[in-house]
């Protein structure tokens, strides 16, 4: 890759990139430095990943008042694997790999189109 297009706070950028809501400051950011949106977009889609499992054990709770313990079942087990997947991502781009992550990162792939 050719030093035009790379910004300088790539680090940075790859780094706020899967935490949270932050990679939409990662997006804007590094709109010149394709690896930087591809990882932005990829932290994204992984916390809207997050979201929707919280949205439908939400929705499950309200319909099934028995089953209103399945929120925080499903929260802490959604949040346990978003911080370890966030962390191996943000480690592996920080050195210059992607890490494909099954169901979200097709997603980001095909904005890039």
Known sequence: MSSEGVSPAR?????ISYIG???????????NDREARWHA????????????AG???TL???????????YAVT???????Y??????????????ER???PGVSRYADRAER
């Open 11 to 15: 680090p940075f950028l790859l780094a």
């Open 21 to 31: 809501f932050l990679g939409v400051i990662a997006l804007l950011l590094g709109r």
């Open 41 to 52: 977009r990829n932290g994204l889609m992984l916390f809207v990943a997050l979201a929707a």
């Open 55 to 57: 949205i439908v054990a």
């Open 60 to 70: 499950v709770g309200i319909a099934v008042p028995s089953l209103a313990c399945v």
């Open 75 to 81: 929260m802490a087990i959604a949040g346990a694997l």
């Open 83 to 96: 911080v370890m997947i966030a962390l191996l991502a943000a480690i592996k781009a920080l050195n210059g």
């Open 99 to 101: 890490l494909l992550i």
